[in-house]
């Protein structure tokens, strides 16, 4: 027969309470809860934070200094003004525990007990716990990342104007004409030619001669760019950052604000004074952690068992995480990340202090209990 959600939660407290908790090593209390010359340490729970990194492409387009006698070398597809584009290829969605100021909880130690605990102050593990059952954590450091930051440019045109001038290719011309920057490009395919029918002097093995012809190339390459103007392109990465709070109606999707973006001017933080449109993300709970709510809901409205945990404190509180789906809709496209946020959750504890208990770093969640 199955027993409802407020059958099972009596049942629990039940046994909750007739613990022995006189030979236990360890108990946790809350900050106002502690005892005068205590021996222990500070241990707060994870709140999750969410990283979204951007990649945006910017194309700088860059008009020729001949483009209006760009008919002479029958050039089409002209660039006709400097202008500057955006255009996002690309956001990754992570996420790295931190503190969580509002859960900071204090862990008596009775007997001489091994607490291990994480960079953000979490509770990592309690008791002897052997290397395979506690690794080294491999998240995201808890240093704070506020965006905008470019960390790679790729050119997509070899050589532009003004290479062309400091690699001393117009050197010789330095007021340099339309009609003699013509007359370069005719005499440089000729040259091309002579190359490939061998009545260069000299003898040439093949790799050599393919050699000259692309430098040949480039060089004809840079003063064609003169006419139709240069398509620049840049990668550019940035780092956004967003804890979310639980939301009062856990069935509602949650939408934030991560930044601004327009094709104009780009990726902008939130904070910035432009009316570009708001990229936002959407968080949409599956609600795994409803019934161990109503269970904790339960256990609060229990006066006796609040006494004991008042009296007593408890073994150890740790977070049950909330599942959730997160998706972010831009331009056509749906960047999708199916995770757990820690603060949606709920918050538990258990009564006895077992000799070995690991939680999940990510989370504080229960990992491994002896």
């Given at each position: 027969?199955?027993?409802?959600?407020?059958?099972?939660?009596?049942?629990l407290i039940?046994?909750?309470?007739?613990l022995?908790?006189?030979?236990q090593?360890?108990?946790?209390?809350?900050?106002?809860?502690?005892?005068?010359?205590s021996?222990?340490?500070?241990?707060?729970?994870?709140?999750?934070?969410?990283?979204?990194k951007?990649?945006?492409?910017?194309?700088?387009?860059?008009k020729?200094?001949f483009?209006?006698?760009?008919?002479?070398i029958?050039?089409?597809?002209?660039?006709?003004?400097?202008?500057?584009?955006?255009?996002i290829?690309?956001?990754?969605?992570?996420t790295?525990?931190?503190?969580?100021?509002?859960?900071i909880?204090y862990?008596?130690?009775i007997k001489?007990?091994?607490?291990?605990k994480?960079?953000?102050?979490?509770?990592?593990?309690?008791?002897?716990v052997?290397?395979?059952?506690?690794?080294?954590s491999h998240?995201?450091?808890?240093?704070?990342?506020?965006?905008?930051?470019?960390?790679?440019?790729i050119?997509?045109?070899?050589?532009?104007?003004?290479?062309?001038l400091?690699?001393?290719?117009?050197?010789?011309?330095?007021?340099?004409?339309?009609?003699?920057a013509?007359?370069?490009?005719?005499?440089?395919?000729?040259?091309?030619?002579?190359?490939?029918?061998?009545?260069?002097?000299?003898?040439?093995?093949?790799?050599?001669?393919?050699?000259?012809y692309?430098?040949?190339?480039?060089?004809?390459?840079?003063?064609?760019?003169?006419?139709?103007g240069?398509?620049?392109?840049e990668?550019?990465?940035?780092?956004?950052?967003?804890?979310?709070?639980?939301?009062?109606?856990?069935?509602?999707?949650?939408?934030?604000?991560?930044?601004?973006?327009?094709e104009?001017?780009?990726?902008?933080?939130l904070?910035?004074?432009?009316?570009?449109?708001?990229?936002?993300?959407?968080?949409?709970?599956?609600?795994t952690?409803?019934?161990?709510?109503?269970?904790?809901e339960?256990?609060k409205?229990?006066d006796k068992?609040?006494?004991l945990?008042?009296?007593k404190?408890?073994?150890v509180?740790?977070r049950i995480p909330?599942?959730?789906?997160?998706?972010?809709?831009?331009?056509g496209?749906k960047?999708y990340?199916?995770?757990q946020?820690?603060?949606?959750?709920?918050?538990?504890?258990?009564?006895?202090?077992p000799?070995k208990?690991?939680?999940?770093?990510?989370?504080?969640a229960?990992?491994?209990?002896?």
């Amino acid at each position: 027969m199955k027993r409802t959600v407020k059958q099972i939660s009596l049942i629990l407290i039940a046994v909750l309470t007739t613990l022995n908790l006189t030979a236990q090593s360890y108990r946790s209390f809350t900050t106002d809860k502690v005892a005068f010359n205590s021996t222990g340490t500070y241990y707060t729970l994870p709140k999750t934070e969410l990283i979204f990194k951007v990649k945006v492409e910017k194309t700088q387009e860059n008009k020729g200094v001949f483009a209006d006698y760009a008919y002479m070398i029958g050039a089409k597809n002209i660039i006709i003004n400097d202008a500057v584009k955006y255009s996002i290829k690309d956001i990754e969605i992570y996420t790295r525990p931190i503190g969580d100021n509002e859960n900071i909880y204090y862990l008596n130690t009775i007997k001489d007990v091994k607490v291990n605990k994480t960079p953000e102050g979490a509770l990592l593990s309690i008791g002897d716990v052997d290397a395979k059952h506690n690794p080294k954590s491999h998240c995201h450091s808890t240093k704070k990342e506020t965006t905008i930051v470019p960390t790679q440019t790729i050119e997509t045109s070899p050589i532009y104007e003004q290479k062309l001038l400091k690699q001393g290719q117009l050197d010789a011309m330095p007021n340099l004409t339309a009609e003699q920057a013509v007359k370069e490009i005719q005499e440089l395919r000729e040259q091309q030619i002579d190359v490939l029918s061998g009545s260069v002097d000299g003898t040439f093995m093949n790799n050599s001669i393919e050699y000259m012809y692309k430098q040949l190339d480039k060089i004809i390459d840079g003063y064609v760019s003169l006419f139709v103007g240069e398509t620049l392109s840049e990668t550019l990465e940035y780092t956004f950052t967003l804890c979310p709070e639980k939301p009062l109606i856990s069935e509602e999707d949650l939408l934030l604000g991560i930044f601004k973006f327009s094709e104009e001017e780009g990726v902008m933080s939130l904070n910035t004074n432009s009316s570009a449109p708001v990229v936002t993300v959407k968080i949409h709970s599956l609600n795994t952690t409803k019934e161990y709510e109503k269970i904790e809901e339960q256990k609060k409205k229990d006066d006796k068992l609040q006494k004991l945990i008042d009296k007593k404190g408890v073994g150890v509180y740790y977070r049950i995480p909330e599942s959730v789906e997160l998706s972010i809709e831009l331009g056509g496209r749906k960047y999708y990340k199916s995770t757990q946020i820690s603060q949606f959750g709920v918050v538990s504890y258990m009564m006895d202090s077992p000799n070995k208990i690991i939680f999940k770093h990510q989370t504080g969640a229960l990992k491994f209990v002896e």
